[in-house]
Structure formats: C-alpha cells, structure tokens
C-alpha cells in the first residue's frame, strides 16, 4: 500500500475510533475505506478485526479505572458473546455484503425508533429487569454476538440499544459495558481470523496502534459526559449511518 494511503488510512481509523468509543459502527466506514485502497474484501474484515482487538482495550481501561462497568452484571453475556463471535467468524463468506447491509440498516433504524420513543431509556436506570427482558437480552447478545465476529460494523451501536432497551442501563453504563463485551467478540474472532491465515499483521498492528490511542481518548472524555448528550450523540450519529446505508442499498 502507497503510504499516502497508508497515511490517510490512518488518519480515518484514528477519527472513527475516538467517535466510536460512544456511536459505534466504526466498521462501517473503516472497511469500506480498505476495500477502496485494494484490500482484499476478507483480508479488510479480518484485519480490522484484528485491529478492532486494540480499540476495544484502549476504549475499555478508562471506563475499568472510573469503575463504569458491572463486570459481574454483565459476565454472562461476555460467556455468549465469546461462543457467538466465534461462531459468526466462521461464517464469513456466507452472507453477502448487500444483505449485511440491509439487516445493520434496518436494525439500526429500529433501535432509534424505539429509543425515542421510550423517552426514559438510556437516561435514568431501571431498579430491575423482568424474566422476560433478559430473556430477549440474552438472545439478541448471542445473535449480534454472531454478526459481530462475522464483520462487526454496526455491532456495537446495535448491542449499545440493546442493553438501553432489556437491560435497564443507561447509556453511560451501556457505552462501557459494550467496550468490555466488544474486547470478547473480538479477541474471538481475530483467533479464528488468524487461524484461517486472513489478517495482514503488519498493517494491523499499525491500524491496532492507531486505534487504541483513538479510543482511549474518546473514552477519557465519554466518562465526563451526561447520559443526555451521550444519548442526542449516539441516536444522531445512528440515524445518519442507517440513512447512509439505505441509501447506498437502493
């Protein structure tokens, strides 16, 4: 790769990675950016994947140091989403980009519907989360959990809605909780990615590199944020992406 590119690469992965530590969805611009600077299609998903790995920590330790995340709340979806982001890794290939695209896009545009219209949601903290929400929580972690180690793009904003809507979290602690759970899907998936000889070490490590530090940067400033920018922040961005694909789609 030219190192103009390389360059500009860079620079995109290091703006979507900040941006992402609240909205998610890096993966949607990130790999589509590969894909114009000729990167194999596969080779992209498995070294953003891989990529992905150093986003996740970066993004995670300023929420571990500010005590943001319930890991015992939430080690059982960490127990799903590892079975899961495996098994979506294995799956590449199988489904096709136009359809990956239509199911973020739709998904998308529903969680938003749904978070706007449940005023509350995501801003005060539920007291309890009846049998049947964590039912739903878990299944919809096991199913995103598959997408996310299959590509990831839209991953996160999608699990972000889901732990607001079933889970009775706010999105502070939702935002953390996916930065930990998202460590997982990826680890997981890179494992298998690397198995099946997919990932371009050396400019994942750079990507990885780049990220991380975008990532911890965007989270420092996440944990001084209200409940009620994060949410205009997330819900903005999500309808933006959902438009975006849309309209690409058709």
Known sequence: MPNVDLILLVIIYLLTSAVGVVTGSNSLIAVPVMFQFGVPARIAVATNMFALVFMSVGGTIPFLRNRTIDVR?????????????????????????????????????????????KRDSGVDPQS???????????????????????????????????????????????????????VVSSTIATAVFMWQGLVDYKLGLILGVTMFVGAYVGAYYTTKMSDVWLKRIFLFTVLLLAIKILYDYF
């Open 73 to 117: 709340r939430i080690s059982p979806l960490l127990l799903i989403t590892l079975a899961s982001s495996a098994l979506g890794a294995i799956l590449v290939g199988y489904i096709t980009d136009q359809g990956l695209k239509l199911i973020v896009s739709v998904a998308m545009i529903a969680v938003s519907i749904f978070i706007l219209v």
């Open 128 to 182: 309890s989360v009846t049998g049947k929400s964590l039912a739903v929580t878990f299944v919809l972690t096991f199913i995103l959990g598959v997408y996310g180690g299959l590509f990831s793009g839209g991953y996160v904003t999608m699990l972000t809605a889901v732990l607001v809507a079933f889970f009775g979290m706010t999105f502070s602690q939702s935002i953390a909780a996916t930065k930990l759970i998202n």
